[in-house]
């Protein structure tokens, strides 16, 4: 007999309840929200082939399910309260299953949220998750906001950069000739991504406007200036790049860095006047920060190469109905 539904379940996805009222196993799930604090909420669907390739391990694909619904919460500075799954699955596959929950899991505990309902169903793999989260009255971070003479900040790995992922994405497409440790490197960055929660939680009251980093940096600024109503000014040199980045032909940089993908960082505006806020920030949070441009009154985006010259560049990022899947 295959592991039955509400079996699976209980195997795999029921934990006790810590902070919730009522979770999974009954038709609702119940919350007691910290009296006075404003409820943030996320949903991210991710579809096999389209948001992941089969080659995942399930542990990774349970740990970045849940990385880049709390990289929407952080965007937001919400802190993160707890998830509903929605899980399609072509078979129980019990392999699977195990993986995906550690990994699911791991990530939850690390953040001290937890699971307290969903739906499951047969069907091609497909992994929906909805994230709670509060943050005090009128302090979420908003992509409006930002204001000309706001400097750009972006976060990143201490010993990595922008465009990791997508470089991971093109090197499995075999676009992108790596090193074994420099691949390794950039597929870490791909398939466990960590959602800047603490950063964010700490630029509340700092940061002018803010988005995380899922479709691609010029793509996602774009969203930042339309509802900020502002351009912007990209410094090329000042834009943190790994060192097996740095080292391919500029167009492959540029394509990774500047069109990249995946990143789940924190972009976010700050005026020059909070520059020690934001690196105390960091500092707090254990997250490198580099500042990349500024804001501009005109429209528009631009990019001041390391040769000095400037020249304007798209705000097209990932749009899954005019892009083609991994
Ligand atoms: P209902 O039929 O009342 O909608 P379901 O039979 O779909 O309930 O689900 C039973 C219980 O299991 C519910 O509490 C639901 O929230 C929970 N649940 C179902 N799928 C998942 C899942 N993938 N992860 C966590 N909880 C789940
Ligand atoms: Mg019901």
Redesign the pocket.
Known sequence: MPLG??EL?ARY??RPTRRAVLG????C?VLAPTPGMELAVSSDLLVEGRHFLSTVPPQALGHKALAVNLSDLAACGAAPLAF????ALPRPDEAFLRGFAQGLFALADAHGIE?I????TAGPLTIGITVLGEVPPAAALRRSGGHAGDDLWVSHPRDGGIGDARLALEAFRGQAGLSQEAFAAVRRAMEWPQPRVTLAMALRGVASAAIDLSDGLAGDLGHLLAQSGVGAQLEWAGLPRSAAMAALPMALQQQCVLGGGDDYELLFSAPPSARSAVQSAAARAEVAVSRIGELRAEAGLRVRWSDGSVSPWATQGFDHFSSPGP
């Open positions: 539904e509400f379940i996805f029921a999974v196993g009954d038709d799930a509903l799954l929605m899980l699971l309902g969903g739906d499951t």
